[in-house]
């Protein structure tokens, strides 16, 4: 009987302790943990989350969508221009240009005048300014110093060609007829050695089948192409090479180039009726007029646009098209790399 009491007593005192125990743990523990305990396995740890406030549609496509009041406002597009007669004439000259490119593009442009060719060519390269219109051997030396430029447009020819020739000029009572027939002779060319226009025309008489270092007696670099023509004209070379727009004999005289300004000069100072007998005998593969080109940072949709604005020009806006194109009215259009090929593959070479 006294082991029996002992038994119950000691039975009682555990589930009073454990009745305690769970008081305690009912009235410190944190609520949070207490409630998750029924739930969570007793090996794996517990994670408290902290509340988010719950938000509405509109406030969580604020967050997402940005705000296109705060955004940049949009770049000015710099436009570099060789200005043979001062900066102040350039920037009232071609206002009318830089209008027109601002309504089209819907962006800022500006105006920046270079003395020289050279001058907008480093500058262009170095990205001081985006678009730039040149010559045709400027844009070859900008293209081989980097590799960054890009020709969009160039003007249209009235002749119908895709450019202008170097073509080789004789006397037509001197015999000669082809290339072959100038072995041994003298050429006079209408550039000197250290510019792009020589070596490309010795390039392409190379790849025509003569080699001018070779094949020919000498040489005569003048600095333009009137002293190249006065040369053949009095018999102190057999031959000349100049510009033309034509590659046809039959036209040589009379459409636009080294020639027929030549002849002009020459009736004026002369004051004599008739013409040297000049005729052609060999072209170069046509060159492009100068072009209108862009640095290859310019987005390919910016591109495509000033493309489309330029080649529209013309019809859409003449005041802008005469404020910037002084020689060609026949319009703009659009170029490659490849046009430029004959120049290309000499400034890219030295």
């Not at 009987?1 to 008081?23: G, H, K, P, Y």
């Not at 004209?233 to 009379?254: C, E, G, I, K, M």
């Not at 002849?263 to 052609?280: A, Y």
Request: charge should be positive; aromatic fraction near 8%; charged fraction near 20%.
């Amino acid at each position: 009987m006294r082991l029996f009491c002992q038994f119950r007593s000691v039975q009682t005192l555990r589930a009073l302790l454990t009745i305690l125990l769970i008081t305690i743990g009912t009235v410190f523990l944190p609520s949070q943990v207490y409630s998750q305990q029924g739930a969570t396995s007793q090996n794996e740890p517990e994670t408290l989350l902290p509340a988010v406030p719950a938000q509405s549609p509109q406030q969580v496509q604020s967050k997402a969508l940005p705000d296109l009041s705060e955004q940049q406002p949009a770049t000015i597009l710099r436009i570099g221009l060789v200005a043979t007669r001062g900066a102040a004439y350039l920037q009232a000259r071609i206002e009318p240009f830089r209008k027109y490119l601002v309504e089209g593009l819907a962006r800022p442009v500006e105006i920046i005048a270079f003395p020289t060719a050279k001058a907008l060519v480093l500058a262009h390269i170095s990205k001081q300014v985006d678009y730039a219109y040149y010559p045709a051997s400027a844009f070859a030396q900008a293209y081989a110093s980097c590799g960054c430029v890009q020709p969009l447009v160039a003007p249209v020819l009235q002749s119908g060609h895709e450019g202008v020739f170097m073509v080789l000029v004789v006397k037509e009572s001197s015999g000669i007829r082809s290339l072959g027939d100038l072995t041994d002779k003298t050429l006079a060319l209408s550039s000197t050695k250290a510019a792009i226009p020589y070596h490309m025309a010795m390039n392409e008489l190379r790849l025509s089948g003569l080699d001018p270092t070779t094949d020919l007696q000498a040489i005569v670099a003048e600095e333009t192409p009137d002293l190249a023509l006065d040369h053949l004209f009095n018999d102190r070379v057999q031959a000349a090479l100049v510009w033309s727009s034509t590659p046809y004999s039959h036209t040589l005289l009379t459409a636009k180039g080294a020639v027929s300004s030549y002849l002009e000069r020459f009736k004026q100072k002369r004051k004599i009726i008739g013409s040297p007998d000049f005729t052609l005998i060999w072209k170069s593969r046509p060159v492009p007029a100068g072009p209108h080109s862009v640095h290859k940072d310019i987005s390919k949709q910016d591109r495509a646009l000033l493309t489309r604005l330029l080649k529209a020009m013309q019809k859409d806006a003449p005041d802008a098209y005469d404020a910037i194109e002084r020689h060609y009215d026949a319009g703009y259009r659009s170029v490659s790399l490849r046009d430029y090929a004959p120049l290309l593959d000499i400034a890219t070479s030295q």
